[in-house]
T-cell receptor
Framework: DQQVKQNSPSLSVQEGRISILNCDYT??????FLWYKKYPAEGPTFLIS?????DKNEDGRFTVFLNKSAKHLSLHIVPSQPGDSAVYFC???????????FGTGTRLKVLA | DTEVTQTPKHLVMGMTNKKSLKCEQH?????MYWYKQKAKKPPELMFV???????INESVPSRFSPECPNSSLLNLHLHALQPEDSALYLC??????????????FGPGTRLTVL
């Protein structure tokens, strides 16, 4: 039972354009969502998070949008840079739990 | 500072060996985690320690034995592993104070190969 899904395994974007990565979840108990970036053979690096009391959170070039009614979140990267090329995982957790449920990841390639 | 360190970076071991993975954080975090990640898959939770006590064991085989000697250190002892245990082993830590949102910070991982 895949509670967190990233339906696009890969995405290619031109440098300077917007990258939009999507994530869907099924468990309505999830109330905290995070995005991680991962390079091969390295640990995931925390990028940005959002609590369910908000619908948007922005940090520099990264913005996360949350649509609770659709159980959908997205990560926008503007402008995209070649160094953004990596695998992006979304993760979700419920209040008071230690567990994160990770999506399967989207490989982003930013073309110079 | 959000650094979690892991040693060794790479480890190759035979099926009869005993080895240990080490994880360290000095952020004052009270929860520490072990994850296993196979290629092209998301990280899978193995163990959680909260305030140095084992809180979650995700039905991990006993050939993996975690240990939390103090609030900054987390070990994973390995014995009689199988080739299918080859993976990237990730350690993470988080504040875990109260029930509010809690961000996990990951180490760089140990790439384990079992021959």
């Amino acid at each position: 039972d895949q509670q967190v899904k990233q339906n696009s395994p890969s995405l290619s974007v031109q440098e300077g354009r917007i990258s939009i990565l999507n994530c869907d979840y099924t468990n309505s108990m999830f109330d905290y969502f995070l995005w991680y970036k991962k390079y091969p053979a390295e640990g995931p690096t925390f990028l940005i998070s959002i609590s369910s009391i908000k619908d948007k959170n922005e940090d520099g070039r990264f913005t996360v949008f949350l649509n609770k009614s659709a159980k959908h979140l997205s990560l926008h990267i503007v402008p995209s840079q070649p160094g953004d090329s990596a695998v992006y995982f979304c993760a979700a957790s419920a209040a008071g739990t230690y567990k994160y449920i990770f999506g399967t990841g989207t490989r982003l390639k930013v073309l110079a | 500072d959000t650094e979690v360190t892991q040693t060794p970076k790479h480890l190759v071991m035979g099926m009869t060996n005993k080895k240990s993975l080490k994880c360290e954080q000095h952020m004052g975090h009270r929860a520490m985690y072990w994850y296993k990640q196979k290629a092209k898959k998301p990280p899978e939770l193995m163990f959680v320690y909260s305030y140095e006590k084992l809180s979650i064991n995700e039905s991990v085989p006993s050939r993996f034995s975690p240990e939390c000697p103090n609030s900054s250190l987390l070990n994973l002892h390995l014995h009689a592993l199988q080739p299918e245990d080859s993976a990237l082993y990730l350690c993470a830590s988080s504040h875990r104070q109260g029930l509010g949102p809690d961000t996990q910070y990951f180490g760089p991982g140990t790439r384990l190969t079992v021959l």
